[in-house]
């Protein structure tokens, strides 16, 4: 994997090749378009409500062994968006580390905590009402997630409250863990956000 930062700063270009998948994203944090084309419809529906709700521009491409599953293309996008998300933030400094949001979607209610501190983690509690969306198999959601903490560098809690529809409560998670970034990811002034004075 290649990661290229670029000017102006908050934004970077990141292409990952292997024999399972060929990906290639561009992320702006402060805003912009956002394209995405994964293979998967239901996937792609889910990226461009986080990137919404983030306020990301997002291009984003990916061809996988969708023949063999969906896996290594969902897992491969979220080690792409994770490292974009690092290579965009340099030293971690300039943002405000924290969000949260709870956030629904009809009948679904998801709760999305994170820490954009280098410091990943991830805790997913979420009990889906159907296993798929179309041909999407929901567990791979969890997997997304967590290469995206891995590289990105996020402690990311995402808890479903309840729900009876699982294309309603991915929704409420993808959107609200948007929400949440946002937030984290809001520019502030004074270096680093850390009693310790670095990360």
Same mark, same amino acid.
């Given at each position: 994997?290649?990661?290229? #930062?670029?000017?102006? #700063?908050?934004?970077?270009a990141?292409?990952?090749?292997?024999?399972?998948?060929?990906?290639?994203?561009?992320?702006?944090?402060?805003?912009?378009?956002?394209?995405?084309?994964?293979?998967?419809?239901?996937?792609?529906?889910?990226?461009?409500?986080?990137?919404t709700?983030a306020?990301?521009?997002?291009?984003?491409?990916?061809?996988?062994?969708?023949?063999?599953?969906?896996?290594?293309?969902?897992?491969?996008?979220?080690?792409?968006?994770?490292?974009?998300?690092?290579?965009?933030?340099?030293?971690?400094?300039?943002?405000?580390?924290?969000?949260?949001?709870?956030?629904?979607?009809?009948?679904?209610?998801?709760?999305?905590?994170?820490?954009v501190g280098?410091?990943?983690?991830?805790?997913?509690?979420?009990?889906? #009402?159907q #296993?798929?969306?179309?041909?999407?198999?929901?567990?791979?959601a969890?997997?997304?997630?967590?290469?995206?903490?891995?590289?990105?560098g996020?402690?990311?809690?995402?808890?479903?409250?309840?729900?009876?529809?699982?294309h309603h409560?991915?929704?409420?998670?993808?959107?609200?863990?948007?929400?949440?970034?946002?937030?984290?990811?809001?520019?502030?002034?004074?270096?680093v956000?850390?009693?310790?004075?670095?990360?």
């Open positions: 994997m290649t990661s290229t #930062p670029q000017s102006p #700063p908050r934004r970077a990141v292409t990952r090749r292997t024999k399972e998948t060929d990906i290639q994203a561009e992320l702006v944090l402060d805003g912009g378009a956002s394209v995405v084309s994964t293979g998967l419809g239901f996937f792609d529906h889910m990226l461009t409500a986080l990137a709700y306020g990301w521009g997002l291009q984003l491409t990916a061809k996988g062994d969708l023949n063999v599953d969906a896996h290594h293309t969902v897992e491969d996008v979220g080690l792409v968006l994770g490292e974009a998300l690092a290579a965009s933030l340099g030293d971690y400094s300039g943002h405000s580390r924290f969000g949260s949001s709870l956030t629904v979607m009809d009948d679904a209610l998801a709760e999305v905590a994170l820490d280098r410091r990943p983690c991830l805790h997913f509690q979420v009990d889906w #009402p #296993p798929q969306c179309g041909e999407f198999e929901v567990c791979l969890e997997e997304f997630w967590r290469a995206f903490s891995q590289r990105g996020v402690t990311l809690h995402i808890i479903g409250r309840h729900g009876r529809n699982s409560l991915a929704e409420a998670i993808f959107k609200g863990a948007g929400r949440a970034l946002a937030q984290a990811l809001a520019p502030r002034s004074g270096g956000l850390s009693t310790k004075g670095s990360l």
